[in-house]
């Protein structure tokens, strides 16, 4: 990823959208880490603080880390969703 500012979500969709549709055919499962891992950095304004939620255990998650759940769809939307 270019290291251009992303500030909202949705900017983080417009980047990936150009080659999301051979990405989700191609690797599902590293496009929806990717995707969470940049939301995650823009929720916590930073990459560790972002790295530190994504790879602790969550209650909420049934005790996995948001990383174990990021390799597939619904596990990727759930983890939006707690984001």
Known sequence: MPSAKLTSIGDVDRKLKPNRRRQISQEPAMNYVELI???AQL?????TKADTWLNQPKTVLGGSTPMQLAHTEAGYE??????
Do not use: D, T, Y
């Open 37 to 39: 891992q940049l939301q």
């Open 43 to 47: 929720v916590f304004g930073n990459k």
């Open 78 to 83: 759930r983890l939006q969703a707690e984001l």
